[in-house]
């Protein structure tokens, strides 16, 4: 079971509120809309994607690698590079 369960249907809201900003941009593009307000609101998004990321990334040590780190210093170790790879990647975008 992943670690955001608890959370999932805050996730699912705050995902569903993210979908509908990105039409609104769509839309924004569509009528021509001024650069500088459709950049606003990607950045918008992006922040908010950013903020799913983290609380996902918070779940994920605070349920996945904690529990892993009960069962043995290797399933900790693998957990932690795992999470390691997965910040990696969120940094680079």
């Excluded at 569509?30 to 307000?37: A, L, V």
């Excluded at 690698?65 to 975008?93: C, F, N, Q, W």
Aim: include cysteine; charge should be negative; hydrophobic fraction near 35%.
């Amino acid at each position: 079971m992943p670690g955001y369960s608890g959370s999932r249907d805050q996730y699912l809201t705050r995902l569903r509120r993210i979908e509908g900003q990105v039409r609104g941009v769509q839309r924004m593009v569509t009528e021509e809309e001024y650069c500088i307000d459709v950049l606003t609101q990607i950045s918008a998004i992006q922040s908010a994607l950013d903020s799913v990321a983290l609380g996902l990334l918070q779940d994920h040590m605070n349920h996945c690698v904690v529990d892993a780190a009960k069962k043995s210093d290797e399933d900790g170790r693998e957990k932690i590079e795992e999470a390691t790879r997965a910040i990696a990647r969120l940094v680079k975008s």
